[in-house]
């Protein structure tokens, strides 16, 4: 009887020779459970960041019809209204000293008002502020955009503002925001990474436009164009961050307002990573899935969703049969995160056939159920669903460390295990199907021929890359054995 290594290395698939399509790994469903992002069609853009947008002080009632003083923020445009204030003059020529003094109070905190929702708009803003003055040609030429809900009607009066109001000063980048905006909304994205694009020359640091182009690839499936404006979106707010204080303006002033700023545009940069992590998850080459997932999580290297991206990498490379960059990423993520289960049965797994390392690979497909016992159910999984993640896990942790059992030629230790894992592992034909073909290979070496034939009938039995090299071992088994020469 040939040992083990030599019946694995003759009939078991070669990572070297097998495609990804024909040989998924068996452990790319555990490596991955739970770390499959949102759909980007089913991520909901975050509300725009207006907290000056209806932000309202009510005037002293002294008879006047308009009593509130009103501070409007639409995109990049801070607009903040004044009124009353003809009121007011005539109010304090008449002599009417007591109702004059309320009214003064009241328009003092006013204004004080208005010049806070003017900081807080700034400060929320990352990238150029445009200032619009109130009852201006531009403001009522604004007004009239945005009050105009008929496509066909607005786009013409964008246009006449670009060629008129809209090239002046820095009006060009609110000219080029009323582009995008609008044909993002008419799905015309090729239009709208056009008017991006000039907008980001005007501005590199417009983080409202990077959330816009980072949407509009995301919605056209441009991987390239989506992980490009991802990675301007994280340049731009690493750039902010490290921004010194302007001139003028206290160090410790300055923290809080970064601090309130980034604060405000938390939510629109968690929506970028939701975004680009979902669309180069589903890119369909595993190396190019793997190589784009390795960069989100470099330019993201904060983002909650950083070694989920390298786990999911991990197991590309192996799909793709870059095993050095497999084990590169694999490694380099089980250093950052020791307790990474998806990680520990990727490479338990891989040791364990290549016969290497095998005190590592078994005390890494040890590890992993007692992992288990304590883990977390992930947010929006279900109770039955938890369970057969855990369950398919533990299973094939169980077979990991049954093919260890193997090499170190401890076959009944490893019958043991693999038959442990069967049930655990039989709601995945890929992972049953590899589990009873090992086990196949452990009874053979214990000369139990009849429970090894059960094995292989077994793997052969569902759909998978298995089924054709155990029905080879099922040939073998049933022919008659050859007479040695007397």
Known sequence: MPVVRAQMATWAPSWASSSAT???????????????????????????????????????????????????????????????????????STGHGRCRMRWTRWLIGALMLLGACSNSARAQQIGKYVPIQAGSDVDHALNEINATTDPAQKLPLIQKFAEGLGKQGDYPLVTDGLFVEYYLGQKNYDKAFEYGEKLFALDPDSFQNAVNMVRAASEKGDVDRLMSYGEKAGGIMQRYKAAAAPAGTAASAWEEEKRRTLEANKDNYVYIQQLVFSGVYQAKDAGKRAALLVKFAQVFPDSPFANQALGVAATAYQQAQNTTKMLEVANGLLAKDPNNVGMLLLLSDYYGERGEQLDKAETYAKKVPSLLETAQKPEGMTDEQWAQQKGLQKGLALSALGQVNIEKKDNAQAVENLKAAAPLVKADDVSYAHNQYRLGFALLNLKRNAEAKEAFTQAASVNSPYRGLAQDKLKGLAAPAKRKPS
Do not use: M
Not at 28 to 37: C, D, E, G, K, M
């Open 22 to 92: 024909a040989r998924p790994s068996p452990l790319l469903a555990a490596a991955t459970i739970a770390t499959r992002p949102v759909s980007p069609r089913s991520i909901p853009a975050p509300s725009a960041n207006r907290q000056c947008s209806r932000e309202t002080v009510e005037g002293v009632n002294i008879g006047f019809a308009a009593k509130k003083s009103i501070c409007l923020a639409r995109g990049s445009a801070l607009r903040c209204r004044q009124f009353l204030i003809a009121e007011w003059l005539t109010l304090s």
